[in-house]
């Protein structure tokens, strides 16, 4: 199905009339594609566009996007400023404000509404100024006033102070009382001036070529206090930046607040942040010089002492080589010297005297040992050796065999009578036949027996028998 857009009108003739000719065919565009194109006519072929008019109609709604109406007494346009542009502003607009604005040429397609896409606002005054003084900015850094090969350096310890500043002002306040805090024993000279107005530019380009032609200080601070980009406007002055630039002097600006920056900044020597900011960067730290010269007078004091120690030193050295190469010294090494010879001589004869006695030792040794009766000697003791191993050898086989009978002896007795007699036990036999007597009928009453004891025997008659 074809969407409105795309519908064409065609035209059907009848069909007695097919040989007509045809009416050309009709491109119909709905209202969203009419805007549509009408809007991509006008955003392809605009660039940004600057415009300056008075805001009327302002709205801000909860989105955080801004709506408001253009007008100069002959026309209105619409506007729309979304919230990730209107933020970046530095100041809030308001219905009647003059603004400068750029933008993009556009159309709001739901209601048909010719408008412009703002990307950036700006107060149209100060607007007019900022770009005055971007284009002389550009033009100055093209022609080399900005570079810093050619910047001066401040002197250390200055001998005179220029300040070119109005005399009122609390700039001046400010200054001089920096300086006097921080080293009130150098002179300062003031150059007052308009630091705003239509001739304060022309009074400030003076003061400077004044002061470069006397040649009095050794350092000048360009200051006043903060205000406007219009207050500031002298110090954004041409022919204040080329006086800057070819002033001799080092040139300190101080001018404004730390945020504000004008050309005479880029055109000094230094920027100062703030005026009492330059009184602090050309004067030095008057405490810090007091330690200093504390520091340098304890190092001057401590190389005194220690070419004063030196030369002590070497005046000591000198006297002693001095009493060195006196002849009675020489005369007294001298005989050092004899002395400490003749102890070498001494020492060398001991120790020859010890070496021969060692030889002779040794000689008497090794005859010593060559001497017969130390051989008999040897013999001896060989011959009492042999002597011992053989009664050794004999004692040994003895021994054993002593060992052996006694062995034996102890087996016989441990079976012998004898040593059952020992025990208690007799023996007892007849006394005629010398029989045994084993059994009691093996005698009888009457019979005269004979009982051996271990020690002696008994001889006894049988009295009577008993039958146990």
């Known amino acids: 199905m074809r969407s409105m857009s795309q519908t064409r009108d065609f035209y059907t003739p009848p069909a007695a009339a097919k040989e007509a000719p045809k009416r050309p065919q009709r491109e119909i565009f709905s209202v969203s594609r009419l805007n549509r194109e009408v809007r991509g006519l006008l955003e392809g072929n605009f660039p940004l566009v600057w415009v300056e008019a008075e805001i009327s109609n302002l709205s801000r709604p909860a989105s955080g996007h801004w709506y408001f109406t253009l007008k100069d007494p002959s026309a209105q346009i619409r506007c729309a400023m979304f919230r990730g542009k209107n933020s970046r502003l530095r100041f809030q607009p308001k219905n009647g404000?003059?603004?400068?604005?750029?933008?993009?040429?556009?159309?709001?397609?739901?209601?048909?509404?010719?408008?412009?896409?703002?990307?950036?606002?700006?107060?149209?005054?100060?607007?007019?100024?900022?770009?005055?003084?971007?284009?002389?900015?550009?033009?100055?850094?093209?022609?080399?006033?900005?570079?810093?090969?050619?910047?001066?350096?401040?002197?250390?310890?200055?001998?005179?102070?220029?300040?070119?500043?109005?005399?009122?002002?609390?700039?001046?306040?400010?200054?001089?009382?920096?300086?006097?805090?921080?080293?009130?024993?150098?002179?300062?000279?003031?150059?007052?001036?308009?630091?705003?107005?239509?001739?304060?530019?022309?009074?400030?380009e003076h003061a400077i070529k004044t002061a470069a032609k006397r040649n009095e200080c050794d350092v000048l601070i360009i200051a006043r206090g903060g205000g406007s980009l219009e207050d500031l406007m002298a110090f954004n002055d041409e022919k204040v930046a080329r006086a800057i630039h070819r002033c001799r002097i080092p040139v300190v600006s101080g001018v404004g607040h730390e945020i504000d920056?004008?050309?005479?900044?880029?055109?000094?020597?230094?920027?100062?942040?703030?005026?009492?900011?330059?009184?602090?960067?050309?004067?030095?730290?008057?405490?810090?010089?007091?330690?200093?010269?504390?520091?340098?007078?304890?190092?001057?004091?401590?190389?005194?002492?220690?070419?004063?120690?030196q030369g002590q030193q070497r005046l000591g050295w000198l006297s002693k080589r001095l009493q060195q190469q006196h002849p009675g010294q020489q005369l007294r090494q001298q005989a050092q010297r004899l002395d400490g010879l003749e102890q070498r001589?001494?020492?060398?004869?001991?120790?020859?005297?010890?070496?021969?006695?060692?030889?002779?030792?040794?000689?008497?040794?090794?005859?010593?040992?060559?001497?017969?009766q130390r051989r008999i000697q040897q013999l001896q003791s060989v011959q009492q050796q042999l002597s011992s191993r053989l009664q050794r050898a004999f004692q040994q086989p003895l021994q054993q065999r002593q060992q052996q009978l006694q062995g034996v002896t102890r087996a016989l007795d441990a079976v012998s009578p004898l040593a059952t007699l020992g025990r208690g036990f007799s023996i007892t036999c007849h006394h005629k036949d010398g029989r045994v007597l084993r059994n009691i009928n093996d005698t009888a009453v009457g019979d005269t027996i004979e009982t051996k004891l271990a020690q002696g025997r008994l001889q006894c008659k049988v009295t009577e028998i008993f039958n146990d």
């Open 97 to 204: 404000d003059q603004v400068l604005i750029r933008a993009q040429l556009s159309l709001y397609e739901a209601r048909g509404d010719y408008q412009m896409i703002v990307e950036h606002m700006e107060e149209a005054g100060d607007g007019a100024l900022r770009r005055a003084f971007e284009e002389l900015k550009q033009r100055l850094e093209l022609e080399g006033l900005f570079d810093q090969v050619g910047k001066k350096p401040l002197p250390t310890l200055p001998t005179q102070i220029g300040v070119i500043t109005s005399p009122t002002g609390a700039a001046l306040r400010d200054i001089l009382q920096i300086l006097a805090r921080r080293f009130p024993s150098i002179p300062v000279v003031v150059y007052p001036v308009s630091v705003q107005g239509a001739a304060a530019a022309g009074e400030i």
């Open 261 to 309: 920056f004008t050309i005479a900044d880029f055109v000094a020597d230094l920027r100062a942040p703030t005026p009492s900011g330059a009184a602090e960067l050309v004067s030095p730290d008057r405490l810090e010089w007091q330690q200093r010269f504390t520091q340098l007078q304890s190092r001057l004091h401590t190389a005194t002492q220690l070419q004063l120690k």
């Open 345 to 372: 001589l001494q020492r060398h004869l001991k120790q020859r005297l010890q070496q021969h006695r060692a030889e002779l030792s040794h000689v008497a040794s090794k005859l010593q040992l060559r001497n017969p």
